[in-house]
């Protein structure tokens, strides 16, 4: 059984940085597309970002592009999201997601392509 487990979540002013790591149990980490999900009280998961098996190919949400970065090391069975210039509008629960990819260059952007999640970790901005 794969787990995925988040953890950095934390309360945060607007303005601030956080730095969410997701450690993944199963030992083919490096089979894995990554991504990094969100869902607000009464909305929908959404995409927050995407990364490669390799750690070279990334892709973000409209929301948080230019703010947020993905990435990942392989050795660790970890992936990271780094969250600069945090406001209100990005409290949720983030959740980390992991799908096997077949290529290194592969990463994915819908729910339906990750097949196994983390528990989640709240996140809070506010003053």
């Known amino acids: 059984q794969v787990q995925l487990v988040e953890s950095g979540g934390g309360l945060v002013q607007p303005g601030g940085s956080l730095r969410l790591s997701c450690v993944v149990s199963?030992?083919?980490?490096?089979?894995?597309?990554m991504g990094w999900f969100r869902q607000a009280p009464g909305k929908e998961r959404e995409f927050v970002g995407g990364?490669?098996?390799?750690?070279?190919?990334?892709s973000y949400g409209k929301s948080v592009k230019e703010r947020f970065t993905i990435s990942r090391d392989n050795a660790k069975n970890t992936v990271y999201l780094q969250m600069n210039s945090l406001n209100a509008e990005d409290t949720a629960v983030y959740y980390c997601?992991?799908?096997?990819?077949?290529?290194?260059?592969?990463?994915?952007?819908?729910?339906?392509?990750?097949?196994?999640w983390g528990q989640g970790t709240q996140v809070t901005v506010s003053a």
């Open positions: 990364i490669s098996r390799s750690g070279g190919v990334t």
């Open positions: 199963d030992g083919t980490f490096n089979m894995y597309a």
């Open positions: 997601a992991a799908g096997t990819a077949y290529s290194i260059r592969v990463y994915y952007t819908e729910r339906t392509q990750y097949r196994y």
